[in-house]
């Protein structure tokens, strides 16, 4: 496994943001609204997970109606982001448990705190784990924090960085300290953008890769992939 050095990881930004144009951030949503549309997300694709948060604003418009409505209701809300059932179940409990920490559905005192203080409180929610957390710390509140998904596991593992196997926990932990803190946002983005048209999961097209030279995966490829 190679150990990336910031110039590595920036060489790798560098190259990705050039192929694939300016940089642009996610539309920022409160804190509550990231958590929930990140539990929507998993599983399914971006459009369905955008289309079951809709739909879930559309039918409850406030928090406080989610939390109260029965969960088949809320599950029949968002059934087109996938496993409904699950998610509904996951989402009142996790407005639940702030409900009875803070005295209402409201995080807004989150912006007060330091990331460790916020991640920390976000892990301790039912069900919300190390990505979740660092998706609304960096999309929500513009912290320097990498979520590292199921598109920037891989490329990562490909390109060396990870060890094969390296569990989604074990990898926030090993390779987000090592990414600078400037172009964490970015370079998230961008890794996943790569994953999904360039580095998939499935015949991944190395030869059109540009960081083919950098990759152990794709240089161990010779021309048999791409």
């Given amino acids: 496994m190679q150990t990336p050095g910031p110039e590595g990881i920036r060489e790798v930004q560098r190259r990705l943001r050039a192929g694939q144009g300016a940089f642009t951030p996610k539309p920022q949503l409160p804190v509550i609204?990231?958590?929930?549309?990140?539990?929507?997300?998993?599983h399914t694709s971006d459009v369905n997970s955008e289309r079951a948060f809709a739909r879930l604003k559309e039918r409850f418009p406030t928090w406080e109606q989610v939390a109260d409505a029965p969960v088949e209701e809320v599950a029949d809300?968002?059934?087109?982001?996938?496993?409904?059932?699950?998610?509904?179940?996951?989402?009142?409990q996790i407005l639940a448990a702030i409900e009875e920490r803070e005295g209402r559905i409201d995080l807004s005192r989150l912006a007060d705190l330091d990331d460790a203080s916020v991640e920390a409180y976000l892990l301790s929610l039912p069900g919300v784990g190390p990505k979740t957390a660092a998706c609304v710390l960096v999309f929500s509140m513009g912290r320097a924090a990498f979520p590292i998904d199921t598109h920037v596991h891989r490329v990562a593992t490909r390109l060396g960085w990870l060890r094969p196997n390296t569990t989604a926990d074990k990898?926030?932990?090993?390779?987000?300290?090592?990414?600078?803190p400037d172009i964490r946002y970015d370079l998230h983005l961008a890794m996943i953008t790569h994953g999904r048209?360039?580095?998939?999961?499935q015949r991944p097209q190395c030869g059109a890769c540009v960081l083919r030279d950098l990759c152990a995966y794709g240089s161990a490829a010779g021309d048999g992939r791409g």
């Fill in 77 to 92: 809300a968002i059934r087109c982001g996938g496993i409904a059932d699950q998610k509904a179940r996951r989402i009142q």
């Fill in 197 to 201: 048209t360039i580095c998939r999961a």
């Fill in 171 to 180: 990898a926030h932990l090993l390779l987000a300290p090592r990414v600078p």
């Fill in 33 to 42: 609204d990231e958590v929930v549309a990140t539990v929507l997300s998993q």
